[in-house]
T-cell receptor, first 116, second 109 residues
């Protein structure tokens, strides 16, 4: 089975540009999570969706960040305008339908984002 | 108090050694616990779930102490391939997980 698929794997762009990160969750998984990982702050949850609906976006740093999930097999995280402090690895993860709350999350390979 | 706290390490051990990592969590209502492994420049991968009675998977043993809000991971007979960062993970809501910053393990020949 295919795992979580993210694109691009690497992105280098100049500050002020719009950045769009993409994610395809594992088929059948109904929860999708966007994380950001840095050395200083570790892995931080930005937003998560359940059945394509955003449930908690309290981790989104500011209005420059937005995320959508138009259908069960696709999500985007957009940064506009981008800033150098947004440089990090962005992970997408998905988990299977809840049978209680013991579902682990499966991660994509991540997008390494560098804003110059 | 941080939600999930771990000693960042690194723990440097020789091959064949036994090593243990600890983790404390602040949310007494947490119900799900995991250990993830993350290799350098890779994504986190589930190593094992942690059950109330403790559980073992080959050379790996996980323990949970709810009273002290403490989770541990024991690795026996360390292999070079065990070198990685080990993330302690606790559920922080119905679907969400909180990750510790990880403990780095370096196994040397």
């Amino acid at each position: 089975d295919a795992g979580v698929i993210q694109s691009p794997r690497h992105e280098v762009t100049e500050m002020g540009q719009e950045v769009t990160l993409r994610c395809k969750p594992i088929s059948g998984h109904n929860s999708l999570f966007w994380y950001r990982q840095t050395m200083m702050r570790g892995l931080e949850l930005l937003i998560y969706f359940n059945n394509n609906v955003p449930i908690d976006d309290s981790g989104m740093p500011e209005d420059r960040f937005s995320a959508k999930m138009p259908n069960a097999s696709f999500s985007t995280l957009k940064i506009q305008p981008s800033e150098p402090r947004d440089s990090a690895v962005y992970f997408c993860a998905s988990s299977s339908p809840n049978r209680g709350n013991n579902q682990p999350q499966h991660f994509g390979d991540g997008t390494r984002l560098s804003i110059l | 108090r941080k939600e999930v706290e771990q000693d960042p390490g690194p723990f440097n051990v020789p091959e064949g050694a036994t090593v243990a990592f600890n983790c404390t969590y602040s949310n007494s209502a947490s119900q799900s616990f995991f250990w993830y492994r993350q290799d350098c420049r890779k994504e986190p991968k589930l190593l094992m779930s942690v059950y109330s009675s403790g559980n073992e998977d080959g050379r790996f043993t996980a323990q949970l102490n709810r009273a002290s809000q403490y989770i541990s991971l024991l690795i026996r007979d360390s292999k070079l391939s065990d070198s990685a960062t080990y993330l302690c993970v606790v559920n922080s809501g119905y679907s969400t997980l909180t990750f510790g910053k990880g403990t780095m393990l370096l196994v040397s020949p």
